[in-house]
């Protein structure tokens, strides 16, 4: 069975940095494009980040560029996203997702909790 | 940054109830567009990808159809399991974007 599951999220103070970890079981991450999708407090889905499969080629939304910094490890089969300089805009629960047929999403984690406040 | 605009934001239904949701794309995108249910608590699942084709294990009373950059959603027959927000995802050009959801609530 194809899992996912993130760790890493927290509370941390505006202008912090947290790192958060997508250990995959089940398939290879190095085949697949990956993401990270957020949901902020009662709001909708937003696309984070991807990285593709064949070239390691990262995508970001504009919001994050330039501070979030997404890649994979694949001797450890997981998929990380390193978190700076976080706004409280970037509060919410954070998901990793696996890519099927390009960038359709099939496989999602629970998703962990990122909390930036004072 | 392509344009995902999703109605209706909530729709009320009763068991048994066809159900349709419709996203309009703010350029073409061809077919790709993926349709997502999500629980209260819970990751997103995936109903439906490339506009029409039925993700495995996904029952058939979810469908998808696409007219330029017209796509909908059609729940024929609706179940108490499928209560919960729905979202289009297209899938042509970073960044992605999804639409801001319709909530499918118990009449």
């Known amino acids: 069975e194809e899992q996912l599951v993130e760790s890493g999220g927290g509370l941390v103070q505006p202008g912090g940095s947290l790192r958060l970890s997508c250990a995959a079981s089940g398939f290879t991450i190095s085949n697949s494009a990956m993401s990270w999708v957020r949901q902020a407090p009662g709001k909708g889905l937003e696309w984070v980040s991807g990285?593709?499969?064949?070239?390691?080629?990262?995508y970001y939304t504009d919001s994050v560029k330039g501070r979030f910094t997404i890649s994979r490890d694949n001797s450890k089969n997981t998929l990380y996203l390193q978190m700076n300089s976080l706004r409280g805009d970037d509060t919410g629960v954070y998901y990793c997702?696996?890519?099927?047929?390009?960038?359709?999403?099939?496989?999602w984690g629970k998703g962990t909790t990122v909390t930036v406040s004072s | 940054d392509i344009q995902m605009t999703q109605s209706p934001s909530s729709v009320s239904a009763s068991v048994g109830d066809r159900v349709t949701i419709t996203c309009q794309a703010s350029?073409?995108?061809?077919?790709?567009l993926a349709w997502y249910q999500q629980k209260p608590g819970k990751a997103p699942k995936l109903l439906i990808y490339a506009a029409s084709s039925l993700q495995s294990g996904v029952p058939s009373r979810f469908s998808g159809s696409v007219s330029g950059t017209d796509f909908t959603l059609t729940i024929t027959s609706l179940q108490p399991e499928d209560f919960a927000t729905y979202y289009c995802q297209q899938a042509n050009s970073f960044p992605l974007t999804f639409g801001g959801g319709t909530k499918v609530e118990i009449k």
């Open positions: 997702a696996k890519g099927v047929r390009g960038w359709n999403m099939d496989v």
């Open positions: 350029q073409g995108i061809s077919r790709w």
């Open positions: 990285i593709r499969n064949n070239d390691d080629t990262t």
